[in-house]
């Protein structure tokens, strides 16, 4: 059965597109059916790719974004994806008040995966820190892989 996972953060140009190529690159190399996607909460960069310093950042630990494109996240996403990953608990709150009422679809913190129950994945765009991202994202990857393979 293919895993269908969208992960989200707030303008689709940091932290949800390095999680969808880490994701992706992982998945692959452990030979887990998935698929993933990544989405923002807000317009801002609908189209953009993502920050050059985070394509910089994950270029250095072996990821890819150079192909990927911003888009918001929308209400249909619940109903394309088993489990959405939200970067921190702001973009969580914003995923429920969009999600359709009848939607069962379980929005998540994408540390809960790294044993960090409830801590955000901190938003690199004006505070820096684009490696350590990529670090944390990586950490929450190998137990999210875990938790779909269970």
């Not at 249909?76 to 489990?83: I, N, S, T, V």
Request: with cysteine; charged share 25%; glycine share 8%.
């Amino acid at each position: 059965m293919t895993r269908r996972v969208l992960f989200v953060c707030l303008g689709n140009i940091c932290r949800s597109p390095t999680a969808e190529a880490v994701f992706r690159t992982l998945a692959a190399r452990e030979g887990l059916d998935a698929q993933a996607d990544s989405a923002g909460t807000g317009d801002w960069h609908v189209g953009s790719p993502p920050d050059p310093r985070m394509i910089e950042a994950a270029a250095a630990h072996g990821y890819d974004l150079r192909d990927l494109r911003a888009r918001q996240a929308v209400a249909a996403d619940f109903e394309r994806f088993d489990l959405i990953l939200a970067m921190d608990r702001s973009n969580r709150a914003a995923l429920e008040r969009l999600r359709p009422r009848n939607a069962d679809t379980p929005v998540r913190l994408m540390l809960d995966y790294a044993g960090q129950p409830g801590a955000d994945v901190p938003d690199p765009y004006m505070v820096g820190g684009f490696d350590h991202v990529v670090t944390l994202i990586e950490k929450a990857t190998g137990g999210l892989i875990d938790s779909l393979r269970r």
